[in-house]
């Protein structure tokens, strides 16, 4: 038989009063008067609760004593009616209650009350039950599924790149090995080396870091695809936007140039965050009151310019800023901070850019999202397209307030004998990448992509500050719990 429960986030919104229906979910606080109890409960299918009466005289206090506490699971079955109460349209009449699980008040780890982050983490089997982790886990779902539609309206084919890799050459950061060998006692060669002959693969293979090599090859055939998947890196770097194991959405476009890489960045980004403004409006707005209260405790100069949505309009209203890595050095150089010498990192031509750089151009400067563009090339990757100057390549970094770098990528080298010379010049292993080598022998194309750091979008969105709150278990550097 058809499984009759309804979810909550619909029967807040019905009008069919008076009839029979079926919910599930957790409870998440209740108020007891000596003859009814007030159980507000959740399924996770939106931010709000749905109230449930019981009459305390038709389940007897022994019952409603098991189920009134925080976390435990329930079945009701009852009539919907209109509430006679403020703060919510409808409520339940219980006629029915199941018990599925109870949840003991004292050992219950998740009580109903504020807990810090940090607590939270190391409770991230039942964060999700929380309204914060709840909305986050939501609208992440939500720019997922705008990610996908995005592309597929606008003809892109979802090519599904390789999350084990042979090639070493990616250098996009620190690489996790895959191996089926004895740790303990690998087989070694007459020279006293691991000998990776006899490994799973044949030769070392690593987890990816990036799509995108294998995303080139797909442009060349399907025109535009994009990937979206897992990518992982082994960099120590124990920051709030950073981690091991992260999404990464990757679109490859034959016949795009720089600036048509920078349209669809711009373009695409808005439409995401439009998307997930436009159907998490409850969730975001709970997140926005969450952040306003938290920021209560803050100096005024540590709190948020703007509150979240205003913020999130703001980025769609407004054109990203443009400009060269050059311009910007020279904005950097000029600017009070530099002057007073107060940046971390001293500015000049040919460095890369700290955070602290790309926030003072993107919150003080411009106070708005930002495009560089043309980065010195011995800061850039092998495969950036060369500039005529010799000395830039055609790189392009969004950079996001209050995020830094949200999305990196280039117009790529087509030219064969460019691209060559470039692997040389850096003695990247040559015999790992034929095959990225053939694609310009054989019908290159000029071709354009970039990566977007799924996390640090859902971040920027939800307004939280540690990417480590915005991906339902992160990895990062001693901890892989759960
Ligand atoms: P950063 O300088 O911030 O470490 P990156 O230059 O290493 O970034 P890319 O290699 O260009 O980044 O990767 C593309 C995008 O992937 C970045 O713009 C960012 O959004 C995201 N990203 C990169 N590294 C991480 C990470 N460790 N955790 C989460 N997201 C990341
Ligand atoms: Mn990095």
């Known amino acids: 038989m058809l499984n009759q429960r309804q979810i909550i986030k619909d029967l807040l919104q019905s009008t069919a009063f008076d009839t029979e229906v079926h919910v599930k979910g957790w409870v998440q606080t209740t108020r007891m008067n000596p003859y009814i109890a007030f159980i507000a409960l959740n399924d996770g299918s939106t931010i709000n609760h749905l109230q449930i009466v019981a009459d305390i005289s038709i389940f007897g206090q022994e019952f409603i004593d098991k189920i009134k506490n925080t976390g435990t699971c329930i079945a009701v079955t009852g009539k919907l009616v209109e509430s006679q109460g403020a703060g919510q349209r409808v409520e339940v009449q219980a006629t029915q209650i199941e018990l599925y699980g109870e949840s003991d008040p004292v050992s219950y780890k998740l009580q109903a009350k504020r807990h810090s982050m940090e607590f939270m983490r190391e409770i991230a089997h039942l964060r999700p039950r929380t309204r914060t982790f709840g909305a986050i886990l939501r609208i992440r779902h939500t720019l997922a599924y705008a990610v996908h539609k995005y592309f597929n309206d606008n003809g892109f ?23 089926t060998l004895d740790p303990v ?13 006899q490994d799973f693969f044949g030769k070392p293979t690593n987890l990816t870091v990036s799509g995108q090599l294998e995303g080139e090859l797909g442009a060349m055939a399907l025109s535009k695809i994009y990937t979206f998947g897992p990518t992982f890196r082994a960099e120590n770097s124990n920051t709030t936007r950073h981690l091991a194991e992260f999404w990464m959405i990757e679109p490859e476009v034959a016949f795009n140039d720089l600036e048509d890489n920078m349209n669809l960045a711009e373009d695409f980004v808005k439409y995401v965050i439009g998307y997930a403004m436009e159907h998490c409006s409850d969730d975001l707005a709970f997140l926005e009151n969450r952040l306003i209260e938290e920021e209560k405790n803050k100096k005024q100069e540590e709190r948020s310019p703007m509150p979240l949505l205003e913020k999130l309009r703001f980025v769609l209203d407004n054109p990203f800023e443009r400009l060269t890595y050059t311009e910007a050095v020279d904005i950097l150089v000029k600017s009070k901070p530099a002057q007073k010498g107060q ?38 990757a092998f495969y950036m397209r060369q500039d005529d100057d010799g000395k830039t390549v055609r790189a392009m970094d969004v950079l996001f307030p209050g995020i830094g770098e949200i999305i990196g990528g280039s117009q790529r080298e087509e030219r064969y004998e460019k691209l060559h010379t470039r692997i040389k010049e850096l003695h990247i292993p040559e015999e790992s990448l034929w095959w990225y080598l053939e694609t310009r022998q054989y019908g290159t194309a000029p071709h354009a992509g970039f990566g977007l750091g799924f996390e640090r979008l859902v971040l920027f969105v939800t307004g939280m500050t540690n990417i480590r709150d915005v991906i339902p278990f992160p990895r990062t550097p001693q901890n892989a719990e759960f």
């Open 157 to 179: 084919f979802y090519l599904h790149t390789p999350i084990i890799t042979g090639s070493d050459a990616e250098g996009a950061g620190e690489m996790f090995r895959v191996t």
């Open 185 to 197: 006692n690998p087989p070694l060669t007459e020279d006293g080396q691991v000998d990776y002959k």
């Open 343 to 380: 940046f971390k990192y001293p500015v000049s031509w040919g460095i890369d850019l700290q955070s602290e750089h790309e926030r003072y151009l993107v919150e003080k400067h411009f106070k708005k999202p930002v495009i560089l563009t043309n980065y010195p090339k011995d800061i850039k």
